[in-house]
């Protein structure tokens, strides 16, 4: 065959095979979701329907203070499902085997007599933010089967979290690996009804293996800042179907703590405004008559307000893709 005939052949060939390695073209993006034009609730800011129970799954009020000056704390670190939202489950990591961890409390000049034991089949660890400490002593990881036990003496009054500290942390806490301490002042605060609420944050997926029902970590959606769920107190919107129910103009305190891992808690009430906001560890107000206030991620604050009358008064962060997502409550004030 000549070489003039064979020419069109080789073209031909060529052209097959840049056809062949041409990428594929990439997959259609999905559609943009639509949010519904219709109201869950009947009431501003009602971004979940609201019910008439008059207690929530998780029970918000905050622990008594005692008189006693040695403060001996156990916890156990245990794998465990837990419950995010209303029928969804979650593959978690657990203090005590609930999400968020026991709220703790202490007072000024307290000894925290701390031991931490791992029934987990992996590292970790717990790292007190009102702890002034070393790190490197304390904060070490704690082997499967192994316990840690050490002192510290809170000095510092405040909304305080406490979370796991081993790496990659960001993992441990969006896991479940997250409570609040409260550490009063040593003459304490006013009378007043108290509660505690730790933001947190879910990023999910489906959990691997074939007889998993539960959701698990999805790590890219951590690392992109893109939370399914927003919840106070470990569960999206509970105290929007089970309202926390007070007195109307009862002094109430509001133990804000926001364990992230990534997200800022705008916090707000709908229909009233905080008469004192006590930033992290101030014992005297840091702000008076204001409207909302962010608590950083890794931070706490404290609320203090009274409901002018009777009516649900929904409680938000004001972050609306977060409320959207779970961050939302309502504080019920009937005689």
């Not at 009947?42 to 799954?57: M, P, Q, R």
């Not at 074939?210 to 698990?216: E, G, I, R, V």
């Not at 929007?240 to 133990?255: D, G, S």
């Amino acid at each position: 065959m000549s070489r003039v005939r064979l020419l069109p052949v080789v073209i031909l060939i060529a052209f097959a095979c840049r056809q062949e390695r041409r990428p594929a073209a990439p997959a259609a993006a999905p559609p943009p979701q639509t949010p519904s034009a219709t109201p869950a609730a009947d009431v501003s800011h009602g971004e979940a329907a609201i019910g008439s129970a008059d207690t929530a799954a998780v029970d918000p009020q905050a622990p008594p203070r005692t008189g006693a000056t040695l403060r001996r704390i156990r916890i156990e670190i245990r794998h465990a499902k837990v419950t995010i939202a209303n029928g969804v489950s979650y593959d978690a990591w657990t203090f005590d085997g609930h999400v968020p961890g026991p709220v703790l409390r202490a007072t000024v000049g307290d000894t925290i007599d701390f031991t931490l034991v791992n029934r987990a089949p992996m590292p970790h660890s717990m790292d007190f933010h009102a702890a002034e400490i070393a790190p490197s002593r304390a904060y070490v990881n704690v082997m499967p089967g192994d316990s840690l036990h050490y002192r510290y003496v809170a000095r510092v009054a405040g909304a305080f979290l406490y979370h796991c500290g081993t790496a990659p942390v960001a993992m441990h806490i969006a896991n479940g690996m997250y409570g609040a301490l409260i550490v009063d002042p040593k003459r304490g605060r006013p009378a007043a009804r108290e509660f505690v609420l730790v933001q947190s944050e879910f990023y999910t997926q489906k959990a691997g293996g074939p007889d998993s029902t539960a959701l698990a970590l999805d790590w890219q959606k951590l690392l992109g800042q893109a939370p399914d769920y927003v919840t106070f107190n470990g569960r999206s919107a509970q105290y929007a179907t089970a309202p926390i129910v007070v007195a109307p103009q009862a002094p109430l305190r509001l133990y804000v703590v926001n364990a992230g891992p990534n997200r800022v808690s705008a916090f707000h009430v709908v229909g009233a405004i905080f008469s004192h906001v006590y930033l992290d560890s101030s014992v005297t107000p840091s702000l008076s008559g204001v409207q909302t206030v962010d608590v950083p991620v890794g931070g706490g604050a404290i609320f203090e307000v009274r409901l002018a009358e009777p009516g649900a008064y929904p409680f938000v962060s004001h972050a609306f893709a977060d409320a959207t997502k779970g961050a939302v409550g309502v504080l019920r004030a009937k005689e």
